[in-house]
């Protein structure tokens, strides 16, 4: 015999073939297994201890998998989609991963049977085309307008929420605050950017009850001076600054010598008029208020008080966007080039409150802001970050349907109807692709048949009565009601589905069931050549992007 030929190195581990899918398949269904209990109203939470001891408690499929480590590669890949799920529509991030699990599950059989992967992503596409038709054919338009039926869609969207039991304190909150920033970008088309123009602050304290939507914005912020400033200001003229009301200080370290002692003074009245000259230009605008973003020194101070004008020094450049929105203001990178169309006068009072022990600056009351601040209040840390998780989800699908007005119901009702409909059409596929196709209809039943689960009541008794209902496509909007497990007509029960929440989630989790599946090879322990001397590679610099601007770290340059 010849002797073997080694060529992978020892240290390289490679699967192949069938093994590999199966230890997919395993891995999503793991995955899948984790968050399948928090899906639906009678939802169960988790609790994450992290790294630090810090514990998360929520339902929200996302921020369970983020908190997660993985060790599995096809696991970590189930665990983008919901990411990409929440970036993209921000509802819909537990239902990704179960479906997508449940596709991986049915397709173990026809793996099992030597069907070719491709062959089974070939079916699976067809079937994805079908079901987005027929979610095209239930659709039902909604006129974005009526406050109580935009309620009902954004409350069946938190009703299997942690906060569902607060009625409908966070939808309310939701709808106010979308409907606040939305701006018509023409064609109808109306454009809501929630990170930006609005701003979550949470207050330990008080309770849920008191959490409220302010017509404006609110700092974490007190004046510069509280004693001699004003602390309440009806109509303010507001001035946004971008620049330091200070003394430039020479670059890195300036030596100046000084031969006459009047010299000294010379250069202290220079730095004095140089400050109230800035003061000056600002005061010609009588203004009430005066924020920047970078200091502001004593001497200015003084100035501004003895005008009467309230100053705050040192706010985030994202707050000062929101104020910029808010007030109608423009923001000013040099006190020169001030103007009159600059000053912001849309606001209709300018407070500092005292709430808990700090102080917050409110500047509420607009006329026609563009940005907002959602105010909460809670008992605890965990519970206000529960409620901002929420809020955050509800506001997403508040966004979705100011831009694309459309319904199909919830409860399961969806899922059901587009099973059965491609159950009907697979009879009508050629050859061998008509197993994976009507597989991928029943792995649709995956939703209500969970939520049935989490009801508590008799699942399989109550799938067939559904799949009864829904044989021939017809009767679309039957589903289970989550908090009882009844079934009933989503219409009458309220329930309802975001449209382009739905799309999303099937075409995520179809397409990454087939990219799982199209894996037919792993090889792991590849190790990247080390230069020499340079021993162990340094770990990533951190890159901040716009999202943590609020996090106040500024990066060594």
């Known amino acids: ?17 069938t093994k590999v899918h199966h230890a997919n398949i395993q891995a999503s269904k793991a995955v899948a ?15 994450l201890l992290d790294a630090a001891g810090g514990i998360v408690v929520t339902n929200d499929g996302n921020a369970i998998l983020r908190e997660l480590d993985l060790a599995h590669p096809a696991a970590k890949s189930m665990i983008e989609l919901s990411r990409t799920q929440d970036e993209e529509v921000g509802d819909g991030t537990t239902s990704v991963i179960v479906l997508a699990g449940e596709m991986l599950h049915v397709a173990e059989a026809f793996i099992d049977k030597n069907y070719h992967p491709t062959v089974i992503c070939r079916a699976y596409n067809k079937a994805l085309e079908d079901a987005v038709a027929v979610l095209d054919k239930i659709t039902m338009p909604i006129d974005t307008k009526d406050r109580s039926t935009m309620l009902g869609l954004v409350k069946s969207c938190i009703g299997t929420k942690f906060t569902s039991q607060f009625g ?13 920033v939305g701006v018509d970008i023409g064609q109808g088309l109306r454009e809501v950017d929630i990170k930006k123009y609005i701003k979550v602050e949470k207050v330990p304290g008080g309770q849920l009850e008191d959490s409220k939507v302010l017509k404006g914005v609110m700092i974490n912020k007190d004046v510069v001076a509280p004693g001699k400033m004003k602390r309440k200001i009806v109509n303010p003229r507001i001035i946004l600054l971008d620049c330091p009301l200070e003394y430039k200080k020479g670059e890195n370290q300036t030596n100046a010598e000084l031969v006459r002692e009047e010299d000294w003074e010379v250069l202290l009245k220079m730095e004095e008029e140089y400050i109230e000259n800035l003061c000056m230009q600002i005061l010609k605008f009588k203004p009430d208020l005066v ?32 104020i910029a929105k808010a007030s109608g203001a423009v923001i000013v990178n040099r006190p020169d ?26 500047i509420v009351d607009c006329k026609d802001p563009k940005a907002c601040t959602v105010l909460l209040r809670g008992a ?25 007005p459309k319904l199909v119901p919830g409860g399961g009702a969806t899922e059901l109807t587009v099973s059965a409909t491609l159950k009907q059409k697979s009879s009508s596929v050629e050859g061998i692709e008509k197993w994976p196709y ?25 799938m067939t009565s559904l799949q009864g209902k829904h044989a021939n496509g017809e009767n679309a909007w039957i589903g289970i009601d989550g908090n009882t497990g009844a079934i009933a007509d989503m219409k009458e029960r309220k329930i309802w589905d975001a449209y382009n929440v ?35 590679a340094p770990s990533k610099p951190k890159v901040e992007t716009e999202a943590d601007a609020d996090g106040e770290q500024i990066l060594p340059d």
């Open 1 to 17: 015999m010849h002797a073997p030929v080694l060529v992978l190195k020892d240290s390289l581990k490679r699967e192949s073939g």
């Open 33 to 47: 297994d984790i968050i399948r209990t928090t899906l639906g109203p009678r939802s169960m939470l988790k609790m």
């Open 168 to 180: 409908d304190l966070i939808a309310d909150l939701a709808i106010d605050a979308t409907q606040t």
């Open 291 to 322: 924020i920047t973003e970078k200091g502001l020194s004593d001497l200015a101070c003084h100035y501004l008080s003895k005008a009467g004008v309230s100053a705050i020094r040192r706010v985030r450049k994202t707050d000062n966007n929101r």
């Open 337 to 362: 080039e001030l103007q009159e169309s600059d000053v912001g006068t849309g606001a209709g009072l300018f407070e500092v409150k005292k709430i808990g022990d700090e102080f917050f600056a409110f």
């Open 380 to 404: 605890s840390k965990d519970l206000l970050n529960e409620v901002e998780r929420n809020l955050q989800d509800a506001m997403s699908v508040a966004r979705n349907i100011i831009k694309n």
């Open 438 to 462: 009507e597989a991928a209809a029943i792995a649709f039943e995956a939703i209500p048949r969970t939520l049935a689960q989490n009801c508590g009541v008799n699942v399989i008794r109550t």
């Open 502 to 536: 739905k799309a999303q989630t099937f075409k995520t989790a179809i397409e990454a069931a087939c990219m799982l599946l199209r894996i037919d090879d792993i090889v792991s322990g590849i190790k990247k050549k080390l230069a020499p001397g340079a021993g162990q």
